[in-house]
DNA sequence: TCACAGTCAATACT
DNA sequence: AGTATTGACTGTGA
């Protein structure tokens, strides 16, 4: 049943895809006044990144910089906007939940407030969408200025992206990121090794469904984007390849006839896992990320982190995942950016 | 109308 | 301060 919904929502989905995603977020208005709280509830401590999440407002710096490569990117909920329409091609948010979904998201509890239209959640599926491509460059460059001081993350995280974009370096890649630093460590391997045999199932599932969907084509798609296990595929590894496979996700979601539209799959408890460690790494609050990124409270994105769903079993809650997916994908400067201007 | 899914907000922990 | 837990609410689909 979900399958069908979305693949269905995704390919019409396509075009408007970043509002339907977006409009998925119900609660709006508690939200709003949640951020509030956020932004000026934590002061300094985080170091670097505290800053910037603040939207202490210095973010200008970044803003000069991402602003120009994406604009896009800086919206977050609130801001709402479809700009990602530039990237067009990124589609990846597309996915939008099924047609319905859409349509209900608007209203969805309103009722307490109803000033948050739509628009504003549009933006936050949007914010990150596309620049996988640009990424590394400029991203570097970029960032080599204001987050100089990030960790050793820098280099292994823009590895880590490509890895996890393409599905299968996710595992590895993930694992390699946790280790890299303290906290990290412990995390992954217990959560590893749980989620190992989780992930087994949900990919197992999903993939199933998908194949028989599609018939065994879709499938490799799926795989590469789980990334869960084979990596064996050739796509998978490149980074080359993995614009190709992006495209095809998402281009290919469309596309492909059976509808295979989500082609998403995402590995949630991988999602899940990095996200965590991102969190850590950097010193983001749950509570920011969720509210900036994936327009969601703290304690959702808590739970969300800690008992992620099979994607094969969420319906409308896949949004948020695929929110902290694409955020795991984007440059570090990007993700700062997001960071930041959901802030501002 | 019921069951479900997704979230929030409040509150309890650490 | 940040995170985890949980009760309640709402929209959706059967």
């Not at 490509?162 to 303290?182: D, E, K, M, V």
Request: some cysteine.
């Amino acid at each position: 049943m979900e399958l069908t919904m979305e693949n269905i929502g995704n390919l019409h989905g396509v075009s408007h895809s970043h509002q339907t995603s977006d409009l998925m977020n119900s609660q709006h208005a508690r939200q709003s006044s949640h951020r509030n709280l956020v932004s000026h509830g934590r002061s300094a401590m985080v170091s670097s990144m505290a800053s910037i999440l603040e939207g202490a407002g210095d973010y200008r710096t970044d803003h000069a910089l991402s602003g120009p490569l994406h604009p896009a990117m800086t919206m977050s909920c609130d801001s709402g906007m479809s700009l990602s329409s530039t990237y067009t091609t990124l589609t990846p948010l597309q996915h939008l939940p099924p047609i319905s979904t859409v349509s209900e998201k608007f209203h969805h509890q309103h009722p307490h407030a109803h000033h948050h239209p739509a628009h504003q959640r549009l933006s936050a599926g949007n914010v990150s969408g596309s620049f996988t491509l640009m990424r590394d460059d400029r991203s570097l460059a970029s960032m080599g200025n204001i987050y100089g001081h990030y960790p050793k993350d820098m280099s292994g995280m823009g590895q880590s992206l490509s890895p996890l974009s393409n599905g299968l370096g996710s595992l590895h890649s993930s694992q390699q990121t946790l280790s890299a630093y303290g906290p990290g460590a412990h995390l992954s391997n217990d959560k590893m090794i749980s989620s190992g045999g989780f992930e087994s199932h949900m990919l197992s599932r999903g993939e199933e469904h998908l194949a028989r969907g599609l018939g065994g084509h879709g499938a490799g798609l799926m795989t590469s984007l789980n990334g869960m296990h084979h990596h064996s595929h050739p796509h998978s590894q490149a980074n080359g390849s993995m614009l190709s496979d992006r495209d095809r996700q998402t281009v290919g979601g469309g596309g492909q006839g059976g509808g295979s539209g989500q082609v998403e799959e995402i590995n949630t408890k991988e999602v899940a896992q990095r996200i965590t460690a991102e969190l850590k790494r950097y010193s983001i609050p749950q509570a920011i990320f969720a509210q900036r990124i994936l327009c969601r409270s703290q304690g959702t994105l808590s739970d969300l982190l800690r008992n992620p769903k099979p994607w094969s079993k969420l319906k409308s809650g896949r949004e948020t995942f695929r929110r902290m997916w694409k955020w795991l994908q984007e440059p570090e400067f990007q993700r700062m950016s997001a960071l930041r201007l959901a802030g501002e």
